[in-house]
Antibody, heavy 119, light 108 residues
Framework: EVQLVESGGGLVQPGGSLRLSCAAS????????MSWVRQAPGKGLEWVSV???????YYADSVKGRFTISRDDSKNTVYLQMHSLRAEDTAVYYC?????????????WGQGTLVTVSS | SSEVTQDPAVSVALGQTVRITCQGD??????ASWYLQKPGQAPVLVMY???NRPSGIPGRFSGSRSGNTASLTITGAQAEDEADYYC???????????FGGGTKLTVL
């Protein structure tokens, strides 16, 4: 079964750091494009970042320079390292496999992990 | 960056047909993908590309595109279709992804 399980969320103070993990099963992350998408409380979906099979990465303007996406092929896991966190980064963070191509679909999605930035 | 827009809310009578739209310049180049999300749950892919349904998605869901507008049509809406629906596309650079603001579908 293809599955993604996120972990690492929690409460962090403004300016702090946090690292999210996304463990994949049923497929290999190194052979797929992987992405993070977030959803602030009561709001819509916002794309955060993508890592392609070649290792190149892209970020939303709102997180560029503060967040870093990476993967560990030996653990079949994708990470999102977050620095200089702000209140507006508070959201459920979802990991998803991304297709690229001419329709850019996300499937499957993990269950999400909640990040709360507050003092 | 470009953007795609959705109507915030749409309603449909049980058993009737409803179309949810997603509009943006990037849709002239790229197809949309569609997701439904129920409260407290992760999004689920329901449509992608020109008109492709993932396995397990009922045949009452269909997709289309015309110009800069992508549409998700539910023919014979059921109570369980009540959810938030999101579209996404690649932006004009191709390197970023954009989501619509979501459409809340109410089945009356």
């Amino acid at each position: 079964e293809v599955q993604l399980v996120e972990s690492g969320g929690g409460l962090v103070q403004p300016g702090g750091s946090l690292r999210l993990s996304c463990a994949a099963s049923g497929f290999t992350v190194s052979s797929n494009f992987m992405s993070w998408v977030r959803q602030a409380p009561g709001k819509g979906l916002e794309w955060v970042s993508v890592i392609y099979t070649a290792g190149n990465t892209y970020y939303a303007d709102s997180v560029k320079g503060r967040f870093t996406i990476s993967r560990d092929d030996s653990k079949n896991t994708v990470y999102l390292q977050m620095h200089s966190l702000r209140a507006e980064d508070t959201a459920v963070y979802y990991c998803a496999r991304y297709s690229g191509s001419n329709f850019g679909r996300f499937d499957p999605w993990g269950q999400g992990t909640l990040v709360t930035v507050s003092s | 960056s470009s953007e795609v827009t959705q109507d915030p809310a749409v309603s449909v009578a049980l058993g009737q047909t409803v179309r949810i739209t997603c509009q943006g310049d990037s849709l002239r180049t790229y197809y949309a993908s569609w997701y439904l999300q129920k409260p407290g749950q992760a999004p689920v892919l329901v449509m992608y590309g020109e008109n492709n349904r993932p396995s397990g998605i009922p045949g009452r869901f269909s997709g289309s595109r015309s110009g800069n507008t992508a549409s998700l049509t539910i023919t014979g809406a059921q109570a369980e279709d009540e959810a938030d629906y999101y579209c996404n596309s690649r932006d004009s650079s191709g390197n970023h992804v954009i989501f619509g603001g979501g459409t809340k579908l109410t089945v009356l």
